[in-house]
């Protein structure tokens, strides 16, 4: 499975942006959204399960970023709002190989990766 991150972009504080996951094939998987910024760790920022029941956010994403999934068009998207400086990095999406019910928010949990796409919050 080959994944398409896209809609990144430079915003003003307080401004929305939703990226988009693509993949190349129907994936059984879950999605998640992950994100790095330099000199830290790559840190989950939400998922989804696969049957889409099941949802994760970061604490710090919670009320702000709203994931979802059309199945129809093999992709997932995670709508981000009241962007923040501290939000600046380059996102990635990921999927698991399997069918998971509960989706994670740790990176080694996902088999296929996509190659980012980059937020930039700044006034």
């Known amino acids: 499975v080959q994944l398409q991150a896209s809609g990144g972009g430079l915003v003003q504080p307080g401004g929305s942006l939703r990226l988009s996951c693509a993949a190349s094939?129907?994936?059984?998987?879950?999605i998640g959204w992950f994100r790095q910024a330099p000199g830290k760790e790559r840190e989950g920022v939400s998922c989804?399960?696969?049957?889409?029941?099941?949802?994760f956010y970061s604490d710090s994403m919670k009320g702000r970023f709203t994931i979802s999934r059309d199945h129809a068009e093999d992709t997932v998207y995670l709508q981000m709002n009241s962007l923040k400086p501290e939000d600046t990095a380059i996102y990635y999406c990921?999927?698991?190989?399997?069918?998971?019910?509960?989706?994670?928010?740790?990176?080694?949990?996902?088999?296929?990766w996509g190659q980012g796409t980059q937020v930039t919050v700044s006034s």
């Open positions: 989804i399960s696969s049957n889409d029941d099941n949802t």
């Open positions: 990921a999927t698991t190989r399997n069918y998971v019910h509960y989706c994670s928010g740790i990176p080694s949990s996902y088999d296929y």
């Open positions: 094939e129907s994936t059984l998987g879950s």
